[in-house]
């Protein structure tokens, strides 16, 4: 079954630090990755989705993804106390066409 | 505004009762997914359906059933069979054949939250 990894935390940073969120995948053939945002009791929300190798800006958001080391990232610059959620990645599964995610990596932003 | 309801959003079932989870979307998504998140734990993909009259099982499926006769409709059932089905229930949709091969990402209803009694 392929497999999405990520850390589950809790990831503590301090306001205003940049928070770097990590997730490997094992589909090779995989094309396009996706981070949401959860808050507790809440549904998942899209942050942002990459398919090209480098970097990809957002506001304070950042993606970067490595296809040949199959690892997917996102930096969250300046830090806020309402970012402290469950960040969820996500990869496009070739054959399905469905989203297969990761268990999340729960951050607190400590004020 | 377009987007997805789910309801209800919160649901009780009795033991060896069937329960019926209802999905509607008014984005023209292709696509419609549901998954099931337990505490702690990312989501897991139950059934997914690319058009209509037509759904595969993912990960999870026995003891779930859905149909998709209209596409803007995806309702789970969840049977008798599921022994443990309390969880937080998601629908998601995404353009699927009509967006870009690439940006296939999801869009997520607010959650049903089932519990046994």
């Known amino acids: 079954q392929k497999e999405v990894e990520q850390n589950s935390g809790p990831l503590s940073v301090p306001e205003g630090a940049i928070a770097s969120l990590n997730c490997t995948y094992s589909?090779?053939?995989?094309?396009?990755f996706f981070w949401y945002r959860q808050y507790s009791g809440k549904s998942p929300e899209l942050i942002m989705f990459?398919?090209?190798?480098g970097d990809k800006e957002d506001g304070r958001f950042t993606a970067q993804l490595n296809k040949a080391s199959q690892y997917v990232s996102l930096l969250i610059r300046d830090s806020q106390p309402s970012d402290s959620a469950t960040y969820l990645c996500?990869?496009?599964?070739?054959?399905?066409?469905?989203?297969?995610f990761g268990s999340g990596t729960r951050l607190q932003v400590q004020p | 505004d377009g987007g997805i309801t789910q309801s209800p959003k919160y649901l009780f079932r009795k033991e060896g009762q069937n329960v019926t989870l209802s999905c509607e979307q008014n984005?023209?998504?292709?696509?419609m997914y549901w998954y099931r998140q337990d505490p702690g734990q990312g989501l897991r993909l139950i059934y997914y359906?690319?058009?209509?009259?037509?759904?595969q099982k993912g990960d999870i499926a026995e003891g779930y059933s859905v149909s998709r006769e209209k596409k803007e409709s995806f309702p789970l059932t969840v049977t008798s069979a599921q022994k443990n089905p309390t969880a937080f229930y998601l629908c998601?949709?995404?353009?699927?054949?009509?967006?870009?091969?690439?940006?296939?990402?999801?869009?997520f209803g607010q959650g049903t939250r089932l519990t046994v009694v």
């Open positions: 589909d090779r053939g995989s094309q396009s």
């Open positions: 990459i398919y090209s190798n």
């Open positions: 984005l023209n998504h292709d696509a």
């Open positions: 359906s690319q058009i209509v009259n037509d759904f």
């Open positions: 998601a949709s995404s353009p699927g054949r009509m967006g870009k091969k690439e940006n296939t990402e999801a869009f």
């Open positions: 996500a990869v496009r599964d070739t054959g399905r066409r469905a989203l297969t």
